[in-house]
């Protein structure tokens, strides 16, 4: 069984700052991460994944996480936040399937992403 | 770059009423999602389909819907008889193979009232 916790609902930084996002997961096997965007109106957008290569994974818009199997996490970070990071992000976890199938992924419940000037 | 498209953007239907969300995945795409999000909570797996069959379902996903690859380029997801609860934004998602990660459209807006 897998699923994820966002441990944020809302997180309100200043452009500029420093973000995180933070994910902890649950998988029985070895899971496949992604962090999707969603903004306003608009569909989920893959920012990045992790599928066990390398543990820091670094994506679009200057976004990274890394994946810490003993901690079970899988934070997003970036640097510097700007005004049009703002939007919703969705961790998700997916198990690699037993026989065949697809990945079925797990979303997170999201966070809302605050960037104020 | 390609995309995935859902047309309407907005559905507004009536209790009872059947209703088809409409999605054009990516043209080389093989694997196709449904998934719903309702207001406030979390983004929920509906169904999976592949090779013209549905390869996975949810618990959600019960006899009032269906599924269906009508041509080439489709994929449609029907609802036969519209709930309340049925309102909700849902999101159609392609991917070219069933590990690697899926392409999302932008979602239509049910509204059951």
């Known amino acids: 069984a897998q699923s994820v916790t966002q441990l944020d609902s809302h997180v309100s930084v200043s452009e500029g700052t420093p973000v995180l996002l933070r994910c902890n997961y649950s998988s029985s096997y070895s899971p496949s991460l992604f962090w999707y965007v969603q903004h306003p109106n608009k569909g989920l957008q893959l920012l990045l994944k992790?599928?066990?290569?390398?543990?820091l994974v670094k994506g679009i818009n200057g976004f990274e996480a890394e994946f810490k199997k003993s901690e079970t996490s899988f934070h997003l970070t970036k640097p510097s936040a700007h005004m049009s990071d703002a939007a919703e992000y969705f961790c998700v976890v997916s198990d690699y399937p037993l026989v065949g199938g697809s990945y079925i992924p797990t979303f997170g419940r999201g966070t809302s992403l605050i960037v104020h000037p | 770059e390609p995309e995935v498209t859902q047309t309407p953007s907005h559905q507004v239907t009536q209790m009872g009423q059947e209703v088809i969300l409409r999605c054009v995945p990516i043209s080389n795409h093989l694997y196709f999602y449904w998934y719903r999000q309702i207001l406030g909570q979390k983004v929920e797996f509906l169904v999976s389909f592949y090779n013209n069959e549905i390869s996975e379902k949810s618990e959600i996903f019960d006899d009032q819907f269906s599924v269906e690859r009508p041509d080439g380029s489709n994929f449609t997801l029907k609802i036969r008889s519209t709930k309340l609860e049925d309102s909700a934004m849902y999101f159609c998602?392609?991917?070219?193979?069933?590990?690697?990660?899926?392409?999302f459209g932008p979602g239509t807006r049910l509204t059951v009232l």
């Open positions: 992790y599928t066990s290569a390398a543990t």
């Open positions: 998602a392609s991917s070219d193979m069933g590990y690697n990660e899926q392409f």
